[in-house]
């Protein structure tokens, strides 16, 4: 249901801040928040260790991880459906002085051809597209990924589906340990670690 995403990627960023609806929810708010503050760090902490001067950024929203990214040199390509979205994220490179650097992109993932890159990023993304393989195929020229994926089966479960789709209105997938690693039977070296609702995927680095 990618359309829906035109407006709710705009929406979506509240929540870094505090803000928007999903402020209003109890417990579930804070929790949110602090789960989408601890991707971003660690995407930050993962392109330190693999060194990438070059990524691509999946579903890069308004262009946090991009921007923050472009700051520490690196070279990006980010792509959203969110025409929205995409406005921001260039007004934001270009308010941090690394326009030259973002390269910002309107479009379906599924309808790109990925340049060559160091990294992917898929920062709360591939999850919502009805069959991400297509997409990680065409990636697959791209050595090194960061990933964060909704665990299957997690208790707070109900509580993401009521969320997300029933007040959302989004579908989204949720995956299995064995379901990431043939989803991304691509990278046969794959870290793969459980925090909270989701695991976070990585390729492997070296120290
Ligand atoms: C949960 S938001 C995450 C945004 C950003 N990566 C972040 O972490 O702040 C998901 C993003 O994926 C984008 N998206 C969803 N389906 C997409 C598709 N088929 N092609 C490109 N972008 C898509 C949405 O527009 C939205 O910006």
Redesign the pocket.
Known sequence: M?TS??K??VV??EI?EGGGLVAKIPLLGPFIQRG?IE??NRALAFLQACGARTIL??????G??AVAAAQQGVTVYG????AP?IAQAQERAQKAGVSDRCHFVT????RVDFPQADAWF????LH??PDPAPVVQKLSHVPHLFSCLPMKGHWLSPVHYLYRTVLRGQKYLEFSETEIRHLLAAYPHLQIEASGMVYYVTTAVAG
Request: glycine share 8%; aromatic share 14%; net charge negative.
């Open positions: 990618t995403w035109e709710e990627a979506f960023d870094y989408i991707r971003q950024d999946l579903g890069c929203g308004v946090r991880l792509y959203d459906i969110s979205a479009a379906d993932l599924l898929d920062l709360g993304c919502y597209l």
